[in-house]
């Protein structure tokens, strides 16, 4: 593998730094290859340049430097008779696929980048920037923008297939009966979880129109008579009852720390004393050490003034809220499963 200017592995410190400060390059070239569609033209049999110009309607001069990039990003190669395929790299930005990250990439390239451009006035007061740079808090903006509520909801999805199913795979259902999944989007973890393990029911809790859209989730995985949806507001109340989990994924890093004990107590109120909190979050290395939770955790910042949690600040945010902290689940990936008991 070479670095950005073609040179073999461990380039000197300004030319590391420079494919640092340069990264939005990166963001960007991916995501107008997502939005154009590239991969899965290329896939369906369309590699030469001037066909994919035609179909894209892109200036041809234009995207054949875009694709001679993407190829350094080792993202497609190109055959030896000038037709492009896609690497396993690039097969990931195809829509559809199993491990498809494409719907991560509208996101970042779109809402993500523009609120990033005002990260600065996150790090000065503290707060998100979200509201600057779109001019509204998210699920507000989300509400108002249904092509960008696809969008988030979409790349929750990319990331509940590719990510968090590993997570919620160290977690042992075998004496579970019922599964709530609080915030749980359109359905794609609670469908995985109740598709792999057929002795499960499961209760899908959003807002209403998030678990509106829960229907062909739930029937492509063939889980539907084996799941309530439920729509409501968990600042409310109004989490359903009985369940013996109570999954929460990536919904507390979403939120403050005043706000995630409100959420969680109304958990609290809902879960019967036998039950479990299953929580699938990244959790931050209390040491020094490289690792993604920690650029994650500055998304968070600036995007809904939410965080990323140390195993010790997740203890305590369940302290407050009633619960105990049992234990965090080994994880393959870089979420793991938090559990918690009433
Ligand atoms: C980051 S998404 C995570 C979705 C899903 N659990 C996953 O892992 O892909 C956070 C979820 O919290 C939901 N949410 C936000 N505010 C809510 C509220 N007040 N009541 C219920 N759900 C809410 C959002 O609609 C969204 O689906």
Redesign the pocket.
């Known amino acids: 593998m070479t670095d950005l200017q073609g040179q073999p592995h461990s380039p000197p410190p300004p030319a590391r730094v420079m494919q640092m400060i340069c990264g939005y390059w990166v963001t960007q070239s991916i995501h107008v290859a997502a939005e154009l569609r590239i991969p899965d033209l290329i896939a369906a049999g369309t590699g030469k340049l001037d066909d994919l110009a035609t179909v894209t309607g892109a200036h041809p001069g234009a995207l054949a430097r875009l694709l001679r990039a993407l190829e350094s990003l080792e993202l497609l190669a190109r055959q030896s008779d000038g037709r492009y395929q896609l690497t396993p790299l690039g097969e990931c930005l195809r829509e559809g696929v199993p491990n498809s990250m494409r719907n991560l990439a509208l996101l970042a390239g779109e809402e993500h980048y523009r609120i990033w451009a005002h990260l600065d006035h996150s790090v000065r007061t503290g707060e998100p920037a979200l509201e600057r740079a779109l001019g509204a808090p998210l699920?507000a903006y989300?509400e108002t923008h249904p092509e960008a509520a696809v969008r988030f909801?979409n790349a929750?999805?990319d990331?509940?297939r590719n990510v968090?199913l590993a997570a919620v795979a160290a977690y042992d259902f075998s004496t579970v009966k019922k599964v709530v999944?609080?915030?749980?989007?359109?359905g794609?973890?609670l469908a995985h979880v109740l598709a792999t393990h057929d002795h499960l029911t499961g209760v899908l809790?959003?807002?209403p129109r998030?678990v509106a859209k829960a229907g062909p989730v739930l029937e492509q995985a063939g889980v539907q008579d084996r799941c309530e949806v439920v729509g409501?507001?968990?600042?409310?109340g109004g989490v359903p009852t009985d369940g013996d989990v109570y999954l929460?994924?990536?919904?507390l890093?979403?939120f403050d720390d005043e706000q995630s004990v409100r959420i969680l107590k109304s958990v609290r109120e809902a879960i019967p004393d036998h039950g479990k909190l299953v929580i699938?979050e990244q959790v931050v290395p209390a040491d020094g050490k490289p690792h993604i939770s920690k650029l994650v955790d500055v998304n968070m910042l600036v995007v809904s003034g939410g965080r990323e949690r140390t195993e010790a600040e997740f203890a305590q945010l369940l302290n407050s809220a009633g619960f105990r902290f049992e234990s965090t689940l080994p994880s393959p990936t870089t979420i793991n499963a938090i559990v918690g008991t009433p």
């Open positions: 699920w989300l909801n929750m999805s990331l509940a968090h999944d609080v915030g749980g989007g359109t794609s973890l809790f959003d807002l998030v409501g507001d968990f600042f409310a929460m994924s990536l919904v890093h979403d699938l």
